[in-house]
């Protein structure tokens, strides 16, 4: 059995919205998402871009590729572009809207708008031949790309019940070519992301030159500012034959091929959604019985395609794809809406792909990656799927996979903050105690025991065996939710800073305890030297004071002496000149 690689990645990660929720994990069918420093990527050889993360994203982290530019050049080309649509385009197109996007489209350029409903029939009629040629054999039908790449990674032992016919969407494509010239290009528009990676296989080349999502169509027609308020009723420029227009829903494509009565028939399983999927084909295992399996990836069929952006429920766009149905029947045995031989015309093949990732793995390794989260008994595997996978093991070998990290774990998170918490309290240099309803004590750290000299022999006793229980008791009172004081513990020789409150859902009482002892110590020894200082300065002052009296006084005394000795002088001298 021969293998293939994956087709260009079309779903990936804007890393910069991601928000390590482990939501697209969780949602992701197949599990194509690695995470890596708490970052989802999508792994393209996993991925069946079905489109689920980017529904689910909570914060649009998940994105398809845009190829709404590469369309336009398209027109920028010499040649021309024909348009097929998908038929669930009236419920991403309800009410009116859907009787004037012909027109909307005729506007952007688009020489030929048709229906892909048209390769649906022949695609519906090719199939019926190929079930018709080996009725004993189960047959799987292939209009759903998603399904064909589940099918080829996840289920390779069913790849011979893949009906060797292409899609409609390459069935259209390979219609306009053959009955426009082969100069045209074509755009296809739908619901669907699976439909990008779809049309760069081999199996598909020459058919489609892009495909858009009715999203992208929303934004072109947006861009161009083109309202379809605006637009005239018109039709298509072809008309499918059959049932073909309820291909988006299911039982749609078998009712189409007229290969059983109804669905309620025993050899026809319509299914849709991963888990019908996954289910339907595990039927198949028991040995081939002759049955046919339609299915359709997304729940409730094409009408729930990722890129169905309406708000509405698919119910209602159900409803939608029905009423168009019944009032634009098409049209009854036209041989004209089938290619010559449409087995041959339409025929494709389907080939292996294994995933990188998909290597063998050895018990040793999961068993090493199951004891690295602390699970190594039975009772330790809680498989609660909050990490995303089924069960723990599961989970195990995501991990040696590289797909998935250790800390997606919840139990094993929770238990590792937990842990971490209790380091933090029993290293804390601050006292803590916990105290239950009536006072008493449930646990404290060392430092707390370092402060009041006790033990573990002290729990289950009331705090008022250590302290003053007052502070706590009016906690109990509910006269304050939080009390901050200081406290000389002086049987302890230690000064505490405390807080206390209280945790009310589980109606417990927390004290913790920052010994300031030494900085009232520090506090008092600068007040007894700011005081000495003082009270030398005061003397010093003092002193000086004295001795500037001192002074005083001896200079008065001298200054006296001075003028009574000058006033001698004066005498003596006048005394002198008198003589003479």
């Known amino acids: 059995m021969k293998t293939k690689t994956a087709a260009t990645q079309v779903v990936f990660t804007n890393k910069a919205r991601c928000r390590d929720c482990y939501r697209c994990v969780r949602h992701c069918p197949v599990k194509a998402i690695r995470m890596h ?51 669930s385009f009236v419920a991403a ?56 790449s589940f099918v080829e990674i996840y289920r390779p032992g069913l790849l011979g019940t893949l009906v060797p016919i292409v899609s409609p969407m390459v069935a259209h494509g390979r219609h306009i070519r053959r009955a426009l010239g082969q ?35 929303a934004q072109w027609l947006e861009e161009a500012h083109i309202d379809l308020s605006t637009c005239e009723e018109s039709g298509f420029d072809e008309s499918p034959a059959g049932d073909a227009r309820l291909f988006a829903l299911e039982g749609g494509a078998v009712r189409t091929s007229g290969m059983a009565a109804d669905l309620l028939d025993r050899t026809v399983i319509s299914v849709s959604g991963y888990e019908g999927l996954d289910q339907a084909l595990d039927e198949l295992n028991g040995g ?127 238990r590792l903050a937990e842990q971490r918490v209790d380091r933090i309290i029993e290293t804390s240099p601050n006292g803590i105690v916990i105290l239950d309803d009536r006072l ?58 405390e807080i206390l409150y209280r945790m009310p859902e589980e109606d417990q009482y927390v004290g913790i305890f920052v010994n300031v002892t030494k900085s009232r110590a520090n506090e008092r020894e600068l007040d007894r030297i700011r005081a000495q200082t003082v009270t030398q300065a005061q003397e010093l002052l003092e002193q000086q004071i004295r001795m500037a009296e001192t002074i005083a006084a001896c200079l008065g005394e001298n200054t006296a002496r001075g003028e009574a000795l000058l006033h001698r002088l004066v005498e003596m001298t006048e005394n002198g000149a008198g003589k003479d």
Request: glycine share 8%; net charge neutral.
């Open 37 to 87: 420093d708490g970052q989802a990527s999508v792994e393209p050889d996993r991925c069946v871009a079905c489109g689920t993360c980017v529904r689910e994203c909570p914060q649009q982290a998940k994105a398809f590729r845009n190829d709404l530019d590469r369309a336009k050049h398209l027109f920028d080309e010499p040649g021309r572009v024909a348009c097929s649509l998908a038929p």
């Open 93 to 148: 197109f309800p009410g009116w809207q859907s009787s004037r996007l012909p027109s909307a489209l005729r506007r952007l350029g688009f020489d030929h708008v048709g229906e892909t409903a048209v390769g649906a029939y022949q695609v519906a009629q090719a199939t019926a031949q190929c079930v018709a040629a080996r009725p004993e054999q189960d047959h799987v039908c292939t209009a759903c790309p998603a399904v064909v």
């Open 183 to 217: 100069d045209y290009r074509v755009v296809f528009i739908g619901p669907c992301i699976a439909k990008k990676a779809e049309a760069e296989r081999d199996e598909a080349a020459g058919a489609i030159d892009v495909v858009l999502t009715f999203v992208e169509l």
């Open 288 to 414: 081939p019985q002759g049955r046919i399996v339609e299915p359709l990836f997304c729940a409730r069929g094409c009408v729930n395609g990722p890129a169905i952006q309406d708000g509405r429920n698919t119910f209602g766009r159900r409803a939608d794809v029905l009423n168009y149905a019944a009032s634009n029947p098409g049209r009854r045995g036209d041989r004209d809406a089938l290619p010559p031989d449409p087995v041959r015309d339409l025929a494709t093949g389907f080939a292996v792909r294994v995933p990188h990732s998909e290597r063998p793995i050895s018990e040793h390794r999961i068993k090493a990656a199951l004891e690295r989260v602390g699970k190594t008994g039975p009772e330790d595997f809680l498989n609660c799927g909050a990490c995303g996978y089924a069960g723990c093991r599961e989970k195990a070998i995501a991990v040696v996979q590289g797909l998935a990290e250790p800390e997606m774990c919840m139990p094993f998170t929770r």
């Open 440 to 497: 008493r004590i449930l646990s404290m750290n060392p430092a707390f025991q370092r402060f009041f000299m006790c033990s573990d022999a002290t729990c289950g006793q009331s705090i008022s065996c250590l302290m003053d229980p007052e502070p706590f008791e009016r906690l109990a009172a509910g006269q304050q939710k939080q009390i901050e004081l200081t406290v000389d513990h002086k049987n302890y020789h230690v000064i505490c800073h």
